[in-house]
T-cell receptor
């Protein structure tokens, strides 16, 4: 257990439905990241928050995806009008951001989304 | 974009030292090299990070030559529990859009 929690752990939905995932980072971490991972591939960066500010969004992130981090605490990732291609593991990570490099990000267990 | 190249897979036996090399020919001056480990159905876990020369912690060593165009993760005396996928990342603490995990190196440790 890294201290980062995600809810739900599994989500099955029908195409066209909206889904929302929650991430609770380690409390003292000011940076929060969302990634998506498909089978056999490494995690793919989606978006990054420093406190409540969303500082980066992947160019791959369509306008159906939106993320928030109100008050710099927990974060939510919403996918509207889900498509079968959205089926993946959605990972959340948090860090202090003090490192010069990518640094030590603490990952949650992920939410596995299946779109039927 | 600092692209990395790693072997797709490696095999080893318990007790052996494993060295995984990563190529990153277009590494930028501000970039660090970071390695993560991932077990099935879990999020990645940080192993080690370095900028140049050698870095060692309680689980691994990271060797970076002077030109920084490659790096080698060294795992001493691996055990069965080291069977995992290992990712080499190159980047700084900004510009995460350029962060690429790739497919990693799948290490299989046998008895």
């Amino acid at each position: 257990d890294t201290g980062v929690s995600q809810d739900p752990r599994h989500k099955i939905t029908k195409r066209g439905q909206n889904v929302t995932f929650r991430c609770d980072p380690i409390s003292e971490h000011n940076r929060l990241y969302w990634y998506r991972q498909t089978l056999g591939q490494g995690p793919e960066f989606l978006t990054y928050f420093q406190n409540e500010a969303q500082l980066e969004k992947s160019r791959l992130l369509s306008d159906r995806f939106s993320a928030e981090r109100p008050k710099g605490s927990f974060s939510t990732l919403e996918i509207q009008r889900t498509e079968q291609g959205d089926s993946a593991m959605y990972l959340c990570a948090s860090s202090t951001g003090g490192s010069g490099g990518v640094g030590e990000q603490f990952f949650g267990p992920g939410t596995r989304l299946t779109v039927l | 974009l600092a692209k990395t190249t790693q072997p797709i897979s490696m095999d080893s036996y318990e007790g052996q030292e494993v060295n995984i090399t990563c190529s990153h020919n277009n590494i930028a001056t501000n970039d660090y090299i970071t390695w993560y480990q991932q077990f099935p159905s879990q999020g990645p876990r940080f192993i080690i990070q370095g900028y140049k020369t050698k870095v060692t912690n309680e689980v691994a060593s990271l060797f970076i030559p002077a030109d920084r165009k490659s790096s080698t993760l060294s795992l001493p005396r691996v055990s069965l529990s080291d069977t995992a996928v290992y990712y080499c990342l190159v980047g700084d603490n900004t510009g995460f859009q350029k962060l690429v995990f790739g497919t990693g190196t799948r290490l299989l440790v046998s008895p």
